[in-house]
């Protein structure tokens, strides 16, 4: 997994006029997010609390995704000089929390715990390649490229270790699918919204189906057909499904419409609120 660091980063090649607005909202946002790892670390670790091989790979995942979350606020000090990344991410911080003393899986299995972060993975990887594919500025799709391309080995790290807790912790189809989209709509719960309100300093008090809207609306916009069909792949590939070029195709196809329809109805929400 990884293997960069902030020096790696092209940092004097960075064009202030390249520099998308509304890309900057989300990045915002998802600097922080992804800046918290900690607090998942620990949760994994109590849920894991006997698998000591995998627990060093927790430490190292989390040291990852913080690293990531440092890139991505590093960026914003060049592209938004006036975004107050500390300012932003503590008041974040303070208003939404996890269950990092729970000692078993809110997902009700270490496998439907693995599976739950195959899907938050398989997310990050494609949405960082969009914003990569969507950017003009530089140095942010240098940043967004290696993000992704950790988000992707992350993802193959949790659906190893599903397969090796599957033998003796199986959970059926039906539950895993359950799992899979239950964690998919999460994310429209309120950690993103809540760094999107925090780290774009909204006005009025906090309204999660406000600030939600406005999150999906900046970053659903960035995807391209392709960014859907890779995840599709992804996730049934983390589901034990064989590859089937026509099926992937035509889930692919229909995700999409369904997108581009959400992005709509998104539109017309933030409109008339």
Known sequence: MGGWTLENIDWKGFQKDK?????????????????????????????FSDDKKFINLIEKWGYEEKLHGKALAKWLSLADPNFNFNKSYDEFYKNYSIDIDASESLRGSRTGELLSRCVVEIGTSSFYSAISDYSNEPVL?????????????????????????????????????????????????????????????????????????????????????NHVNKGIKMLFKALGFSSRGLIERFVTKVVFILLKIKIQIIQLRIKYT
């Open 19 to 47: 520099v998308d607005t509304s890309l900057v909202k989300i990045v915002r946002a998802a600097s922080m997010v992804e800046y918290r790892s900690s607090d998942y670390v620990l949760y994994l670790k109590k849920i």
């Open 141 to 225: 799709r240098q940043i967004c490229l290696l993000i992704a391309r950790d988000e992707f080995s992350h993802y193959s790290l949790f659906r190893r270790c599903m397969k090796t807790y599957q033998k003796n912790d199986k959970i059926n189809i039906k539950q895993q699918v359950f799992i899979a989209l239950g964690r998919v709509f999460e994310a429209t719960d309120d950690e993103l919204a809540l760094a999107f309100y925090f780290g774009n300093e909204l006005t009025g008090a906090y309204n999660r189906k406000k600030a939600s809207n406005e999150y999906a609306y900046y970053a659903l916009k960035l995807y391209k057909e």
